[in-house]
């Protein structure tokens, strides 16, 4: 399996555009995280779902992120209008929920910048 | 906030020498997890150690768990330059909830 795979890898965006980070997880994952990592604050996770339904959305920061996962193998996390506080590099992982171990596999991770 | 806090922020050692890392939560766990992040990459699991253990191995790792402390360390013996990353705990709570609260990380440098 290739793992996690994030893409775009590295995204520069001029603030008030629309921005979409897309996951793929790791085939047979059934849970998928969306994270968000920056000097400041650290790693916060900002929302997760479970076979494909969002179960926490609380670490979302506010309405212009949201996030989608239509089915099991793809998900997006949507920033519109951007900002440049936004600027962070955004970690997906996932993890199969049944199995013994809560090992989570995170992607690469996109970096953003919005200037 | 049910964020952990490590310490130290950043460690600095020589080849060979061993590196210890602490980890304190602030609510009851099912699990604490080690994760190790070189620059630029995504997290990679290490180990997992469950609530009613103690103790665990892998490796050069160990990994110890005191739930009436809320505290956890890592340690790597036999440290090697390779080993030169930030090192993150998670807690996963007993809710069953599959999602992790990760702490603030040590940034560990390996003097080769």
């Known amino acids: 399996d290739a793992g996690v795979i994030q893409s775009p890898r590295h995204e520069v965006t001029e603030m008030g555009q629309e921005v979409t980070l897309r996951c793929k997880p790791i085939s047979g994952h059934n849970s998928l995280f969306w994270y968000r990592q920056t000097m400041m604050r650290g790693l916060e996770l900002l929302i997760y779902?479970?076979?494909?339904?969002?179960?926490?959305d609380s670490g979302m920061p506010e309405d212009r992120f949201s996030a989608k996962m239509p089915n099991a193998s793809f998900s997006t996390l949507k920033i519109q209008p951007s900002e440049p506080r936004d600027s962070a590099v955004y970690f997906c992982?996932?993890?199969?929920?049944?199995?013994?171990?809560?090992?989570?596999?995170f992607g690469p991770g996109t970096r953003l910048t919005v200037t | 906030s049910q964020q952990g806090e490590e310490d130290p922020q950043a460690l600095s050692i020589q080849e060979g020498e061993n590196a210890t890392m602490n980890c304190s939560y602030k609510?009851?766990?099912?699990?604490l997890q080690w994760y190790r992040q070189n620059s630029g990459r995504g997290l990679v699991h290490l180990i997992l150690i469950r609530s009613n253990e103690r103790e665990k191995h892998s490796g050069r790792l160990r990994v110890t768990l005191d739930t009436s402390k809320k505290s956890s360390s890592l340690l790597i013996t036999a440290s090697r330059a390779a080993d030169t990353a930030s090192y993150f705990c998670?807690?996963?709570?007993?809710?069953?909830?599959?999602?992790?609260?990760f702490g603030t990380g040590t940034r560990l440098t390996v003097i080769p």
């Open positions: 998670a807690t996963a709570d007993q809710t069953g909830a599959n999602n992790l609260f």
């Open positions: 609510t009851s766990i099912n699990n």
């Open positions: 779902f479970n076979n494909n339904v969002p179960i926490d």
């Open positions: 992982a996932t993890l199969f929920s049944g199995s013994l171990s809560d090992e989570q596999y």
